[in-house]
Each structure stands twice: as structure tokens, then as C-alpha cells.
């Protein structure tokens, strides 16, 4: 294994020297972010702290400047084995400070990169990279995440504990993968691991295509504020939501249940990415809108910790996740429908910047 102090790269091992240096050509920083989360039993629990660490130092090898330690407290881990997860305001009152102290010690481009794909995680630290530039109008500071740099690509380009993340640390840390701690069968199902079995997916040729095309691209984001173009930590978001999370919900039609005068439904999510609801902007039964009010959300599936989410407190920080293959529970208070079948219609807002829908009937 290669010696770390040999990178010049790494803002641990730099001498004051080199760092004036760094500041003086290329005063560019890197905050690889990620978190300690479970993965399946095939990966470390380090995935997405590991990857963002390695795609930084691969991008500043080409653009210059330096990479700090990786952070990786994060909020939106999945409430799994072994998992640490800090409020979003935790988060928040640690990156502050640090993009603070950045830009005043004379970085001029400073990129927030996350191996941690949570949309509560990433929302924070967009919008304290937005805070740091209105602070310091001469600064660049940019906040991404692999799959965004990757929206563009053919082929599979997200998941959790699959394909995509295995294939990445089988490129950086071939050595922590242990591919036969996975069932010897395709069609097989692991805690953690949202996708086919990446035992018959996953290879290192992949983690390399998909690193180099996120390396490449971020690249010439960086070199772009040379040119005078501003940093934009939403152009791409919208971009991987559009991909990875178009398509309506389906209407589980025998769901239906009243009960004490509310009724509660299923809403299924046939398609093979997760999706991140951040409001309900409208129910209609049998073309009549419906009263919001107390109305709930919940996720009964293994692994998630969405029970009984009241759709009012649904924002950007406060999403709900209803992931591939997996059903989501509406409770309608004030419903008032009478047993029988009904028409539903539907429409949710996913990450702040895309809306979908749901249609169908519902025998309550």
C-alpha cells in the first residue's frame, strides 16, 4: 500500500511552505464528506467516506491544490447496524466554521465533495456553500456528489452497497471487498444492499470508467472558475433527481383501510431508484381535494425508520424516502370516503425540484 505522506496532495502531510505555494498557483481545497454506514456485509462501513476521499486526491492531482482529512459525520444514515448519524444542525455547526476558516486562509475554490448520497445531508451542505460565497463574493465554493458528476453517463451510476459503490471500492481498496460474504445467487436480497446482488454486478473495470468520467467532469467545473463562471451546487441535483427519480408511484388498488374515520393507503415504488418526498402538494379522491391536515406518511420496510411522518413537517432537511420495491403508507384523517371503490390522485414533490404523481383505484 502505497505511503500516504508521499501524496502532495494531502493537507495533513503538506508543510507550510508547500501550502504557501498551493495558495499562491493553485488555491484550490478539497472536503472529501462521507459518513460510517452499513453497506451489506461485503463493504466497510466507510464506503462513502472512502470513495469521496479517493475522487478528491484523484481530481487534484490534475487540477491542483490540497484535500482535507475526510469529515465523516453526516445526517440521513440509514438506521442500520453500526451507523452514526448527527442532526442536520450538528452537521451544519461543523462545516460552517470549516468553509469559514477556508476562505479566509486564502482558498479561492473550495469543493465540497460527498460520498454520501442523503438529500438532507447534501441540502445542508449546498446551502452552507451558498452562505460561504455571499460572505465571500471572490470565493468558489461548490458542493457535489459522485452520482451528480456521473448524471450524464450510460449505464448504472447510483445505488447503495451494489453495483456502483462496490465497484468503486474495488478500484480504490480492492482489498476491504469481500464479494463472498454475498449469496451465490443473482436474484438474492442483503440488508443494505439496494440492488441486484453486486456478487454478479459489480467489477473494478466499472469503478474505474465511472471514476474517471467523475474526476474528468469535476475538473473542468474547477478550471471553469478561472474563467469567471460561479459555482452552481443545484444545476446538477436537478440533473441525477431528474434521472434517477422520474416516474409516478403506483396505487396499491387493495389497500384501502378506514378505520376511527381515517383512511390509510399503500403507494408502491416500482421504479429502481430511491425516491426522496419533500411535500405532498395535492390529494384529490373521486376528484375532490382532500384535507392535508394530520395526514401521515410511513415506511414499514426493514431498515427505515419513517413511521408516522406528518406530511406537514416535510421539507428539503425533513424528507421521506420510499426506496425500489418498497411500499409507502398514507393516512388521511379527513378523508371522510365511505367503503367501496374510489379514484386516487396524486402529487408529490421529490428533493425540492421535480414533481411526480400517482393515479389509480382504491377499494377502501
Known amino acids: 500500500m502505497a505511503d500516504p505522506s508521499l501524496d502532495p496532495t494531502a493537507y495533513e502531510f503538506v508543510r507550510p511552505a508547500r501550502m504557501r505555494q498551493v495558495l499562491e ?41 490540497v484535500v482535507l482529512p475526510p469529515l465523516w459525520l453526516a445526517s440521513g444514515v440509514l438506521p442500520l447496524p453500526h451507523g452514526i448519524v448527527v ?7 461543523v462545516v460552517r466554521p470549516v468553509l469559514r476558516q477556508l476562505a479566509e486562509g486564502g482558498f479561492k475554490a473550495i469543493v465540497v465533495f460527498s460520498g454520501h448520497g442523503a438529500l438532507d445531508h447534501l441540502h445542508v451542505l449546498r446551502e452552507e456553500t451558498d452562505r460561504l460565497m455571499d460572505e465571500f463574493p471572490d470565493v468558489n465554493a461548490l458542493t457535489t456528489v459522485w452520482n451528480e458528476l456521473n448524471a450524464g453517463m450510460e449505464g ?16 480504490f481498496h480492492p482489498h476491504t471487498v469481500d464479494l463472498t460474504t454475498l449469496e451465490d445467487d443473482p436474484e ?52 441525477l433527481v431528474e434521472r434517477l427519480q422520474a416516474g409516478d408511484l403506483e396505487i396499491v388498488e ?56 406528518p406530511v406537514e413537517r416535510l421539507g428539503p432537511l425533513t424528507g421521506f424516502y420510499i426506496r425500489r420495491d418498497q411500499r409507502m403508507v398514507i393516512t388521511l384523517p379527513q ?22 404523481g400517482a393515479q389509480g383505484s382504491l377499494r377502501a
Open 25 to 65: 498557483e493553485t488555491p484550490i481545497v478539497f472536503l472529501p464528506v462521507g459518513c460510517v454506514e452499513y453497506h451489506g456485509p461485503h463493504l466497510p462501513l466507510g464506503v462513502d467516506m472512502l470513495t469521496a476521499d479517493n475522487l478528491c486526491h484523484r481530481t487534484a492531482a490534475v487540477t491542483g491544490g
Open 87 to 93: 442532526d442536520v444542525t450538528v452537521l451544519r455547526s
Open 156 to 171: 448504472d451510476i447510483h445505488d447503495h452497497g451494489a453495483k456502483v459503490e462496490t465497484s468503486y471500492l474495488m478500484e
Open 188 to 239: 438474492a436480497e442483503h440488508v443494505g444492499v439496494y440492488a441486484a446482488n453486486p456478487r454478479f454486478t459489480a467489477s473494478r473495470e466499472w469503478g474505474e470508467i465511472m471514476s474517471e468520467h467523475a474526476v474528468g467532469r469535476l475538473a473542468r467545473i474547477i478550471e471553469g472558475f478561472s474563467d469567471g463562471e460561479r459555482a452552481d451546487s443545484w444545476v446538477m441535483l436537478r440533473q
Open 254 to 309: 387493495d389497500s384501502g383501510r378506514i378505520r376511527d374515520g381515517s383512511v390509510s393507503f399503500e403507494l408502491y415504488n416500482p421504479h429502481p431508484q430511491s425516491k426522496y418526498i419533500t411535500a405532498v402538494s395535492w390529494l384529490a379522491v373521486d376528484g375532490h381535494q382532500v384535507d392535508l391536515s394530520g395526514a401521515t406518511l410511513a415506511n414499514p420496510s426493514v431498515g427505515e425508520g419513517h413511521t408516522d411522518v
Open 335 to 356: 378523508a371522510r370516503i365511505g367503503s367501496g371503490d374510489h379514484e386516487v390522485e396524486a402529487r408529490f414533490v421529490l428533493a425540492d425540484v421535480l414533481e411526480i
